[in-house]
Nanobody, 121 residues
Framework: QVQLVESGGGLVQPGGSLRLSCAAS????????MGWYRQAPGKQRELVAD???????SYANSVKGRFTISRNNAKSTVYLQMNSLKPEDTAVYYC???????????????WGQGTQVTVSS
């Protein structure tokens, strides 16, 4: 059974940085596509960034140039480095492990419990 545990969320001022981590267990991590989604109050969950098993990355237009997704297969962990944070980045961020080598739309796979990111002065 796949388990995903996110960490690193919190309260940060506009312009600040956070790094989210997602530790996976219960499956072969290196063959799976991984993604970070977020959901703000009253909005649908949206894909923020994803990384394939081969390391190909993609980003939502709203975070390009500010966020970086990466993975460490030896640690079965995926990261989301978030810089130049804005109030509109406030949301619950969810880690997703795809059943495929890439993140499909709509997503098919497992989810973490989520971690809150709040950007506010």
């Amino acid at each position: 059974q796949v388990q995903l545990v996110e960490s690193g969320g919190g309260l940060v001022q506009p312009g600040g940085s956070l790094r989210l981590s997602c530790a996976a267990s219960g499956s072969i991590f290196s063959i799976a596509g991984m993604g970070w989604y977020r959901q703000a109050p009253g909005k649908q969950r949206e894909l923020v960034a994803d990384i394939s098993s081969s390391g190909t990355t993609s980003y939502a237009n709203s975070v390009k140039g500010r966020f970086t997704i990466s993975r460490n297969n030896a640690k079965s962990t995926v990261y989301l480095q978030m810089n130049s944070l804005k109030p509109e980045d406030t949301a619950v961020y969810y880690c997703h492990r795809s059943q495929y080598s890439y993140v499909r739309i709509p997503p098919i796979g497992s989810w973490g419990q989520g971690t809150q990111v709040t950007v506010s002065s």
